[in-house]
């Protein structure tokens, strides 16, 4: 599996730029990259739902209740990135989306989740994964890509080689997602203009 500086080095070189030995080097490519890095990979999980990152938990609920609107309070896990789902209710298109007051089944404030359903709460989410050992491997070329695409500027200064940059990443999501790198959640069916005129 790919390590930090291979990453980095396939991003470099996805540049033209010189690679690193090591991610101490004293020059302007390890510099960025650096700077880069932490940002641009928790930013990537984020995006979008990578199978490799996703994790299931239970939560308890805390002993104080949202002070109005939900019933109970759940503190969120140390790692997590993005909520994918909570107990087994999937949220999809519908006539909800044209209401003017807020109705979700949950709503995440400070690091908490609040909501009505009761403890236990089953949470699946996006994990915040810092070893790049356990990265997917279309994961890892996204993550270079993207990379690329950020260092770009600071590295080239060469617009052509940023719109490069640019597509070389759009082509690695589209792959991971049509190799289920990148899980794809329910998807609710539209309503139509029967529904829409009767609410």
């Not at 589209?174 to 529904?195: C, F, H, L, N, Y």
Request: negative net charge; aromatic residues 10%.
């Amino acid at each position: 599996m790919a390590g930090q500086i291979e990453i980095v080095n396939r991003a470099l070189f996805k540049l033209g730029a010189l690679p690193l030995a090591s991610m101490g080097d004293n020059n302007k490519q390890a510099r960025i990259m650096s700077g880069l890095w932490d940002t641009v990979r928790k930013a990537e999980l984020r995006r979008h739902l990578w199978s490799f990152a996703l994790r299931r938990t239970t939560l308890p609920s805390l002993a104080a209740a949202p002070a109005w609107g939900y019933a109970n309070a759940y503190a969120l896990p140390a790692d997590l990135l993005r909520v994918a789902q909570v107990n087994d209710i999937f949220t999809s298109p519908s006539e909800t989306d044209y209401r003017t007051f807020d109705d979700s089944p949950y709503a995440i404030e400070g690091g908490t989740l609040l909501t009505d359903f009761p403890a236990p709460l089953k949470l699946r989410y996006v994990a915040d994964v810092t070893d790049p050992g356990a990265f997917d491997a279309l994961f890892v070329e996204a993550l270079a890509a993207k990379l690329a695409y950020e260092a770009c500027e600071g590295l080239t200064q060469a617009n052509e080689k940023k719109s490069a940059a640019s597509q070389d990443y759009q082509a690695a999501i589209k792959a991971a997602a049509m190799v289920a790198a990148i899980e794809k959640p329910p998807v609710g069916i539209a309503d139509d203009a029967w529904m829409t005129t009767r609410l």
